[in-house]
């Protein structure tokens, strides 16, 4: 086969400050999305363009699956909308098995849309205005609240109810050394946390059902989830001893870190990132030894996990196409791509890795990625080793399947097709790209500025 | 006061039909005629089981055994008694209430501590220790007068053949009438009521004459009834109708006859044994096999009597609550792949034979992760092995250390274990656990599902693995024994269809879920009280959840009434009897399911589930059954049944579940079963907790209104 010209190139000697790893030699680049040719997707959908992989994102649903229910005997999947509600992803995920968590009534409804039976809704979150908050107590969802205000709507709209109002309540605690997300929810430490059950249960409204804990995101070191599941099964257990509550659920929330690579660390990921057996012996043990004193394995609370990013990051790409490069003044090779932190938000705080899209040799050079915006700050990889690309050629951005499709803007430029490939290798157009009429459908002229 | 004249007829005509195991007011009836032939005597046996339940109401015992005959029938058999010795006068009716009372008290104290000392029925009992308390008593008093002769007042108007006189006055004898008239009386109720209770008082007493005729010289008199009581009780009463049961009626019935005449000789003579020798030989059967290990063949029902053939129609329901009191579930959480089952070519052989191993599995069916070099890269290893069933741990053994991946350690076998006692001569033994992660010590009481230990690679394991087997007794490498699992998920990878076990054995390679602990909730929220309204064919109906006293479990129909009573035990749900109307929606319903796993995706379970489930054939089956079929119950005496084997599909989608039955007609016979025909296929869909509509043949039937 003919070797791909290579134009010549002189590169300044890098002799300062050196990676002690080295620099590696590789001509990666992924041509394929499970089978399809990336330039048949380009040629069909335009670009720059998402796609999903139903079989990727099953494969991550069943690795935890099997490593939670190993170790503990009910565990629940939630599929925490805001890290991807596009109905398809949901929907994937409802096929599944996974029940919805959802933090607003925006997501509420989108939960229902999608089919779920409220009772298998996980509503969280700090704001729940109070129609919002009725109709889900209303529908009978699993609700944890976030604060004593919320518990008193709550109280107003169970003395309104014919059927018995259930809730559950969103703990924070320390971790010693990881920085816990303390402004959710009741302390347990303070002491805060019990006297909102002593609260509730002199009000005689509202029978508390669960504990939800959400400790962080990206959260690498599983030392943490075991200090807050010990924590809150030690608070389980003290509600079932002297209060004879006996919890139905107890909620881990998400926070697993995914195979992205955060902003300024060296490790490549597959050697810091947890597994899912690492992260369920962390969670499963502690709980399971911390609830068996009390708890007869029958009455066992449902595990929920709320795993976000993780779940779904790898089974999301973006595709993007360079419109034009240059030459830094300090010598660096630039690249403008179609897609910038516009759609691909989550470059604010990863170094995603960016693959040509077809085979460009050995020869890498010292890159820096732009995106499209008129921004200095719209910068995909400050800094990343790639090949000699040129206008037209494509890359592959991934993992990209958590918060973009959440976070994503109309600013400056529309959003553009998104598709998933499913499992039988089959293409089907999940989102259409926008155009301006769609941008602006809910716009009016004042009768001043007419005519 | 219509209410008060139903309770005291019910009483009473179940006074007399509890005489023969039964609550029918028919039988009952054709028993309180059939003592009227005479009615002076007939007389005193009313009066004994009213005075005998009047007591018991008095002091105040439970008004609903009362109104079941349970305190009169005694009451009734002691009133016969004491008819029977003396003639009526005020005197003897003076005794007689006496003796009322004693029988009643008897009942109390011995049915109390029969049930809780030996969990038998105490039947007649209390009327033999009354009637020869006050036999022995009267033996003092002046005042009462033998009764005549009075045999001559009562033939048929035509003379039977031999034995067939010999058998109706043995009927009699129950009631203490030694006349053909009142034992065709009675036997005509028999019939009417149940022919295979028939069959079993006929089969008891011909094998009665059989003993008699080889071993005896001298004739028994009227005492044969015995072995005809003994026969019905264990063929029909306490065992599900079936050949094993009937041969062991034949047993009780030998046995019976044979106290006879053990007891003629022991006891004085002007004293009888009574129903004591029919009493005994229940006893001691219906003892010893409520303490066997295996019980498959001649089940025992653990409730309510109705008539043999109502047993039987139970014995479906009785199976499953006798499962109910030992669920044997598997050893760990999640999915696992059977490496080694019964009868396994490595280990499992000879004394060990009924044993397993378990290895952990992921959703592509890998064993392990990495190289498989380790212990550690196996998935079994270090996870939770779990109590297969309620017990208290007997004996443990810790230290024993792990191997290395494809060695074994061939000095201490069984590696570190944990032998759990279920019941007396039924333990579990978990092999090869990890060293130092036992969470139990011997008399510990520990619940099925709960963790014990962790899974190793101890004694004579080459890989990470759980082996468990049951034994008869606590010590470690004692012979295994047969059991079965209940309520397991088997299948292969998570994407192939399952199958949904209720109970039955493992094969190797299969791969094993554990549902019972992840189910959770179920398919209907029975909180008593829930409704749900529906439109059957063009009618309105309701149905609504109810718990009933003793705590059943049904649903109930409204206006026409159909209960459906089910059980809701590890998220299978299970129909275990349908009484009443047949023209309702529920009863079709109930009809077309036996038991409904609660498998949907919102529980954690994806893809399609099948099972197979059998149940005897009849009207709770088929809907226009003909009536002759009724009379086929007499078959399975011989193990002969028509039954329904319907192949479910469920296939769940989140919140919706969509259930397909195909049911087939089968002759089961002794050696197999025999397909006959197809029934109409039944489709239905569960939504909200609920039957959402229901369909025969495509035709949707039933619909729920909203
Ligand atoms: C309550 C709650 N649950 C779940 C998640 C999902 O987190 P992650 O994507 O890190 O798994 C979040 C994210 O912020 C959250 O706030």
Known sequence: ?451 | MAERLSYLSDTLLRSYSQILFSESRSVGAAILASSLVIPAHGFCGIFGGLSSAAFALVIGMDRIAIRKGLFGFNGVLTGLALGHFFSLTPQLLAVLLVGSILVTLLTILINHVFMVHLAAPAMSMPFNVATWLILLASMDFGILNAALPREALIALPWEPPYPADLFLKNIGAILFQFSPLSGFIITLGLLAHSRIALVLMIAGFLAALGVQEFLFASEPQWLTFNPMLAALAIGGVFLIPGPASLLLALVAAVLAAILVHANLEAFPQNLSPLALPFNAAVILIVVALRLRTYSSRAVQLTTGFGSPETNLKNAQAQRKSRRREMRIGVPFFGKWKVTQAIDGQYTHQGYWRFAYDFQAVDSSGQLWKGPGETCQDFLAYGRPVLAPADGRVALTLDGVPDNPVGSINTDQNWGNYCIIEHSPGFHSCMAHLKPGSLMVSPGQPVRKGQPVGLCGNSGRSPYPHIHLQFQSSAIPGAPSIPFEFQNLMVGGASTEPLTFLSHGILRENEIVENTTLSFDGSLFPCIAGVRWAYEFKTSRETWESMVDPIGNTYIESFPLRTRLYFHDVEGVFEITRIEGSRETGLFLFGASISELPNISPDRGHVGTVHWLASNSADGAVIQAWPPWIEMSHLLSLLGIAFQVATKYQMTPTPGRRHISADPRLCLKLPFGKLPLKALPKKEMLFADGAVEWLSIEGTTVLRRVK
């Open chain 1, 1 to 451: 086969m003919k070797r791909p010209y290579e134009s010549p190139t002189i590169s300044r000697h890098q002799g300062g400050i050196t990676n002690k790893f080295g620099v590696g030699v590789s001509n990666r680049f992924q041509s394929e999305i499970e089978g399809f040719p990336i330039s048949k997707l380009l040629q069909e959908y335009g670009t720059p363009l998402f796609v999903y992989s139903e079989k990727t994102l099953k494969k991550t649903y069943r690795e935890m699956l099997d490593a939670f229910s190993l170790r503990y005997p009910k565990t629940r999947h939630a599929w925490s909308y805001k890290t991807n509600y596009l109905k398809a992803v949901c929907r994937s995920f409802h096929r599944l098995g996974s029940w919805a968590e959802v933090v607003s009534g925006m997501e509420y409804e989108m939960a229902r849309a999608n089919g779920v039976d409220p009772r298998f809704i996980v509503f969280n979150g700090p704001y729940k205005p109070y129609p919002v908050l009725k109709r889900a107590l209303e529908d009978g969802a699993i609700v944890n609240l976030d604060s004593l205000d919320e518990y008193f709507e709550a109280e107003e709209i169970a003395s309104q109810l014919r059927h018995p109002v259930k809730i559950g309540l969103r703990l924070n605690m320390s971790l010693g050394t990881h920085m816990s997300w303390d402004r959710y929810g009741f302390n347990i430490e303070s002491g805060e946390a019990l006297a909102a059950v002593k609260r509730i249960l002199a009000g005689r409204k509202i029978r508390i059902e669960g504990i939800h804990a959400h400790i962080g995101t990206f959260v690498y070191d599983v030392q943490n989830y075991s200090t807050a599941i010990t924590k809150l099964a030690e608070f389980a257990t003290a509600l079932k001893r002297d209060f004879g509550i006996s919890l139905k659920y107890i909620d881990i929330g998400g926070g697993f870190a995914s195979r992205n690579r955060l902003r300024g660390t060296y490790l490549s990921t597959a050697d810091m990132i947890p597994s899912f057996d690492t992260y369920a012996e962390a969670i499963c043990k502690p709980l399971l030894d911390g609830l068996t004193s009390v708890f007869h394995p029958e009455e066992l609370p449902t595990l929920i996990l709320e795993s976000g990013r993780r779940m779904v990051d790898e089974a999301g790409m973006l595709i993007s196409t360079v419109s034009s490069t240059k030459r830094m003044n300090s010598g660096t090779r630039g690249l403008v791509i179609d897609a910038g932190v516009n759609l691909l938000f989550t470059s604010f705080w990863y170094d995603h890795d960016v693959l040509p899209t077809s085979d460009h040799g050995y020869s890498n050079e010292d890159h820096v990625i732009f995106g499209p915006l008129c921004m200095q700050i719209d910068v995909i990889r400050p800094t990343v080793h790639l090949p000699h690309l040129e206008k037209g050629d494509s890359v592959i951005i991934k993992p990209a399947g958590a918060y973009n499709n959440t976070q994503w803007m109309q600013f400056i430029n529309l959003r553009p097709n998104v598709v998933m490939i499913s499992e039988n290798g089959k293409v089907g157009l999940i989102r259409r790209a926008e155009d301006v009429a769609y941008l602006q459908e809910r716009e009016t002229i004042p009768e001043w500025l007419n005519g």
